[in-house]
């Protein structure tokens, strides 16, 4: 059973606009959310988190929204920059700073 | 450089050969992990230590899979009899514990084929 879901496998924006990633999860003991970018052949790099207490938390361009009644976050990326594109993990938080990844959504920022 | 480096980057192997990667974390970290990605998946979790010990183990680590981290410092992630479904992007990644939340920080992985 795949406890986080990431249900769009591709998003295309224009340059200058918002991107909205989503994510949804099952499991009501993670008590933290992380959002990674990462490109090809190379590792996750680490973006934006947020506590299962908060609502928001905003670092730049990048926003984190969490609904934790119906179980969903979302990364918001204003203005979207063609350097932002990517697959962009949203990964939740368990006991022992173990994560579960959803399967990505690879971003396309065209010109 | 101070982030989690991982080598070698690239290793091809022969069905049935055993390999094996190495994980240097970021240096005052005390907790390391290992993941797992295939193609089209998010990272998969395989284990972790805290360090020296070795806390947990995902049922997706077979017998034919053992991970160290002798001194609490690197850790290796051996993987013998290698079988074509073990082609993949073996990640380490690492990790402070003193408050929760800690972000945990990732290498640029190693990829394994299986020929």
């Known amino acids: 059973d795949q406890q986080v879901k990431q249900n769009s496998p591709s998003l295309s924006v224009q340059e200058g606009r918002i991107s909205i990633l989503n994510c949804d999860y099952t499991?009501?003991?993670?008590?933290?959310f992380l959002w990674y970018k990462k490109y090809p052949a190379e590792g996750p790099t680490f973006l934006i988190s947020i506590s299962s207490i908060k609502d928001k938390n905003e670092d730049g361009r990048f926003t984190v929204f969490l609904n934790k009644s119906a179980k969903h976050l979302s990364l918001h990326i204003v203005p979207s920059q063609p350097g932002d594109s990517a697959v962009y993990f949203c990964a939740a938080r368990t006991e022992g700073n173990k994560l579960t990844f959803g399967t990505g959504t690879q971003l396309k920022v065209e010109l | 450089d101070t982030g989690v480096s991982q080598n070698p980057r690239h290793k091809i192997t022969k069905r049935g050969q055993n390999v094996t990667f190495r994980c240097d974390p970021i240096?005052?970290?005390?907790?390391l992990y290992w993941y797992r990605q295939t193609l089209g998946q998010g990272p998969e979790f395989l284990t972790y230590?805290?360090?020296?010990?070795?806390?947990?183990k995902s049922r997706l680590l077979s017998d034919r899979f053992s991970a160290e981290r002798p001194k609490g410092s690197f850790s290796t992630l051996e993987i013998q009899r290698t079988e074509q479904g073990d082609s993949a992007m073996y990640l380490c990644a690492s990790s402070l514990i003193i408050q929760r939340g800690n972000t945990i920080y990732f290498g640029e992985g190693s990829w394994l084929t299986v020929v």
């Open positions: 240096s005052e970290h005390n907790r």
């Open positions: 499991n009501s003991m993670f008590d933290y």
């Open positions: 230590f805290q360090n020296e010990a070795q806390l947990e």
